[in-house]
Every structure is written in C-alpha cells, then in structure tokens.
C-alpha cells in the first residue's frame, strides 16, 4: 500500500492543523493506521493509531486531550486533528500501515513520505 500525506505547514502555538493521509489501497477493512513524528535531533516517536475496521484508536500521552485521529471509508484517507499546537510538537509527520494484530503504536510496515510540521512561539 502507498500512503500519501499532506497538510503541514506553519501555525502559531495554539492554532490547529489536519494532517490527510491517502492510502492507494482499496480495502482497508483489515488495516491499522498510525501516526508518528520525529522532532529534530530525536527519535521517531508514536502519536496516534486507528484500527479500520472497528475504529478503535490509541494515543501516545503527548497527544491525548489535544490530537483526535479519524478515518475517512469514502477516501480512504485517515486524519490526524491537531489543536492546540505547541513549539514542541515540531517535527516531520508520518503516516503508516499495518495489518498485523500486534500492538497499534509498533511493526508498521508502509510508510508515507512525511510533512513537515512548524509550531512557532
């Protein structure tokens, strides 16, 4: 599956963004969809997940309160609201798939290309 992502950019803390993933995959039914940054100078880290079929979602602390994640069936599109922005959630975004029944924040196996994510003080 190829995944697409788009809708960073350059917000102010506080302000919002929707985060779009694109996937090229017909049938997602059997699919997790996940989530994950890397700020400069750090690790990758786990934001947020989906399971498709049920909807079932899981969030990393750093998200919870702040971040909702959806999915679109129509689209096959899967969203990462962000509110409340802060400097620290500054980092390249990523989307990924799976369709392992492993844990939903690990053993991704596709993965988007990233968007560029810039939250100023």
């Known amino acids: 599956v190829q995944l697409q992502a788009s809708g960073g950019g350059l917000v102010q803390a506080g302000g919002s963004l929707r985060l779009s993933c694109a996937a090229s995959e017909r049938t997602l039914i059997r699919y997790v969809m996940g989530w994950f940054r890397r700020a400069p100078g750090k690790e990758r880290e786990f934001v947020a997940a989906?399971?498709?079929?049920?909807?079932?979602?899981d969030y990393a602390d750093s998200a919870k309160g702040r971040f909702t994640i959806s999915r679109d069936n129509a689209k096959n599109t899967v969203y990462l609201q962000m509110n409340s922005l802060k400097p620290e959630d500054t980092a390249v975004y990523y989307c990924a798939a799976k369709f392992k029944t492993s844990a939903m924040r690990v053993d991704y196996d596709y993965w988007g290309q990233g968007t560029l994510v810039t939250v100023s003080s």
């Open positions: 989906i399971r498709w079929y049920d909807g079932s979602t």
